[in-house]
């Protein structure tokens, strides 16, 4: 926390400009995320939100407009290249694979491994004791690590996708909707990891339809529309309700009103 | 005792039936496991053949099952393989055949040192694999289309490689003795032993490799698996290419056995080796199985094949109860999940 707030933002997007055909996703959108920040990300269906996530995460090149990670330009060329430096997606459905443990979705495509006999063998014991030391750290609690994925409920889903992305060393999680599905006890708890990794000096971007859910744990709102940024407002310079109706009517129906 | 204490100081109070629920969670992990469809439905063909002919048990008949399940075996392995990470392969039967024909023409037309003939007849099938996977995941087509596909072509270019005539090879070739023609514990061949190192080396690949994750995580869910940097249209298609080996050597293996190689042999073959696997517990969809499952389900099919000889039943039956059974384990199956997941 202590050095990294006084630096040059986590991420920068300049000027960010997406077509698909005629239509146009994205056009001249700024925006800034700094480290130990949380970020709701608010709009409408078709608003842009996914095409700047995607845009973020490598999935697309912008058509215009520069990335910045750190102070220095970046251009990827694939989603891995934002995976390197230590930005992560956690998907409301996909983050996890249902039919294998927690243990192996936790280190997927890091698999420990040791050398046995010329032969290089998982190190499940390794992987079982990390995943669960490293849940339990952030305040997740796995009865078992070598449990399968489907025993588990929506939020504690979520829980391990998150504290996966913590313990691999990510500094941007982008969660997209994550407490859509879930029940009032279990988006809490969501909330609380999403509190723990900005305690750590995370940035987060929370990317969701609920105000009420981003609301407690954001501390700056953007809002999209129609491919434009219409909103870029501190915790403290909007509440709820305003925020509602700027997603709602855009922002020139709240000066209407 | 020691199990009292425990549950005592993790403050569950000892209820009646308690040691029950404790015997289930011992238990849980057996019941839970997918071969135990297969296993029961092994151990049920067992006796129903035993109890008909007590000979079912002898030395010689569990050779001949063996070396049944040996080759049916060794194209289900890759058959589950591929299965687990997504994809199907019914050209394997048409594969086994061509492939084998490949290393029989190789020794006695051209003339080839055997080895060498081996070697092309396994790139043989492991080019008929990497064929299918290149169009199944570059053209975007499923697997079940391709190798639709695919089992008809190999199988005309087969027929027409051999006009329809069985190859044999009447030379006392040393390489076929060490593919099948020699024998181990008296009865079986060796070809079950090939089987046996071929299971266990993709057991250990599957489970306790990095790579067998990956294998797990692109046949269960592709797009979380990319997600996470797993490279799963290269895991697809090195299971594509496994595979078509597998078929080949399958293929060679009767070849070293028989002495003689039909371009219509195998044409039940790719529903067996699938029949095998999926009765093994292996998901049809891809992400679950074992290659364990898939190596039992071939033992209780070439038991069933070999049973029905021996109690003098007509052939024809085996489809029939091999169907059967196919259905009846999977039922097993998930009936056993059920209870599980209730009493968890």
Partial sequence: MEEVSCQAPLMEGIGLCKRFGRVVALEDVDVTIHSGEVIGLLGDNGAGKSTLIKILTGVYRPDGGELRFEGTRVDFASPKDARRLGIETVYQDLALIENMSIARNFFLGAEPSRRIGGLNLLDMAAMRRVTEEALRDIGIAVRCATDDVCVLSGGERQAIAIGRTMYFGGKLLILDEPTSALSVHETSKVLGYITEARKRGLAVIFITHNLYHVYPVADRFVVLEHGRKVADLAKDEATVDDLIRIVAYGIEGTRRQ | ?344
């Avoid at chain 2, 029961?40 to 049944?68: H, P, Q, Y």
């Avoid at chain 2, 007849?121 to 695919?150: D, H, K, Q």
């Fill in chain 2, 1 to 344: 005792m020691q199990v009292i204490t425990n549950s005592r100081r993790r403050g569950a109070t000892p209820a009646p039936g308690w040691s029950e629920r404790v015997a289930m969670r011992q238990m849980r992990p057996l019941l839970s496991r997918r071969e135990v469809g297969v296993a029961v439905a092994l151990v049920l063909v067992f006796i129903v053949f035993f109890s008909m002919k007590r000979e079912f048990l002898g030395a010689g008949t569990l050779g001949d099952i063996v070396t049944v399940a040996a080759e049916l075996g060794v194209v289900a392995i890759g058959a589950s393989f591929l299965m687990i990470a997504g994809e199907m392969d019914l050209a394997v039967g048409s594969n086994f055949a061509l492939s084998g024909m490949v290393l029989a023409m190789l020794i006695t037309k051209s003339g080839w040192n055997p080895w060498l003939a081996l070697l092309v007849a396994l790139a043989c099938g492991a080019g008929i694999g990497a064929v299918n996977g290149l169009v199944t995941l570059y053209a975007r087509i499923p697997s079940f289309i391709t190798t639709l596909g695919a089992m008809m072509f190999w199988r005309g270019i087969a027929l027409y490689l051999s006009q329809g005539w069985p190859i044999s090879i009447f030379d006392d070739v040393p390489l076929l003795r060490w593919l099948g023609g020699a024998r181990v514990l008296s009865t079986a061949h060796i070809s079950a032993v090939w089987w046996l190192v071929i299971g266990l080396i993709f057991c250990l690949v599957l489970e306790k490799t990095a790579y067998g994750n990956w294998v797990f995580a692109t046949g269960g869910k592709r797009v979380a698996a990319r997600a996470l940097g797993v490279p799963d249209t290269k895991v697809k298609m090195t299971n594509f290419i496994i595979t078509g080996a597998l078929a080949a050597l399958s293929g060679c293996l009767q070849l070293g056995r028989m002495g003689s190689m039909s371009p219509v042999w195998g044409q039940e073959l790719s529903l067996e080796a699938i029949a095998a696997a999926v009765v093994g517990g292996n998901s049809l969809t891809g992400g679950i199985g074992t290659i364990f499952g898939a190596m039992l389900g071939a033992v209780t099919m070439a038991s069933i094949r070999i049973g029905l000889v021996m109690v003098g039943a007509p052939s024809y039956w085996y489809m029939s109860f091999v169907g059967f059974i196919v259905v009846a384990a999977v039922a097993l199956n998930v009936k056993l999940g059920e209870v599980i997941s209730w009493r968890k």
